[in-house]
């Protein structure tokens, strides 16, 4: 791992203080006056997601943590672990259900994802931009109901409720978004 300045960092950088990994929330630089500067910069525990304040000299030197990305695709559940599938070596990694968290209303058979590894531990999973589920469950469509945006909810294949559009139906596949599960769009029938 190499060494840099607190000043090099920016947000969404990870670094490696006191032995754990942190990622960079925020920074802020303050000059008062003829006073030496301080940067006050805040870091998000990934062990703990507690995020700390310090105030530190711009100058003074942290370890930045070296993370790796690895393609990887869900293949099941069993009892509170999911099992992901490493799409390079066909490794196998068991993930506990609170280290997946919302994530796995968005998780189907075979759906890809990004594991985020530190020192080869996992650190967080990260889901594609969008998912495509199928509605299971929906009332009927009204018709003559399409002269305003009219929302129904919806009950997806992996559990999850959603508002859909009224035109949508049971049986349709949906694209979702896993940052505010909300309906993003429909999949069009070939």
């Known amino acids: 791992m190499a060494s840099i300045p607190y ?19 925020d920074h802020e630089l303050r000059t008062p006056g003829t006073l030496p500067s301080k940067l006050r910069i805040w870091l998000k525990s990934r062990r703990t997601g507690a995020v700390t304040d310090h105030r530190v000299h711009p100058e003074d030197r942290v370890e930045e943590a070296v993370l ?15 099992v992901f599938m490493d799409e ?14 919302a994530g796995a209303n968005f998780l189907k058979e075979n759906a890809a994802a990004e594991l985020i590894v530190f020192n080869d531990r996992p650190v967080a999973l990260e889901l594609a931009a969008t998912v495509e589920l199928t509605v299971r469950e ?21 559990g ?14 949906v694209v979702i978004d896993p940052r505010t599960a909300k309906y993003a769009g429909r999949v069009r029938r070939a």
Do not use: N
Request: charged residues 25%; negative net charge.
């Open 138 to 158: 929906t009332e009927p469509v009204v018709r003559g109901g399409t002269a305003s945006v009219v929302t129904k909810p919806a009950l997806l294949e992996t």
């Open 7 to 25: 000043s090099d960092l920016r947000r969404g950088a990870h670094v490696v203080r006191d032995g754990q990994l942190y990622s960079v929330v």
């Open 68 to 82: 790796e990305t690895r393609s990887v695709r869900f293949i099941y559940r069993t009892g509170d672990h999911f």
């Open 88 to 101: 390079e070596s066909f490794d196998q990694h068991e993930l506990p259900a609170p280290f997946v968290a």
């Open 160 to 173: 999850l409720r959603v508002t859909v559009p009224q035109f949508v139906c049971a049986g349709d596949v």
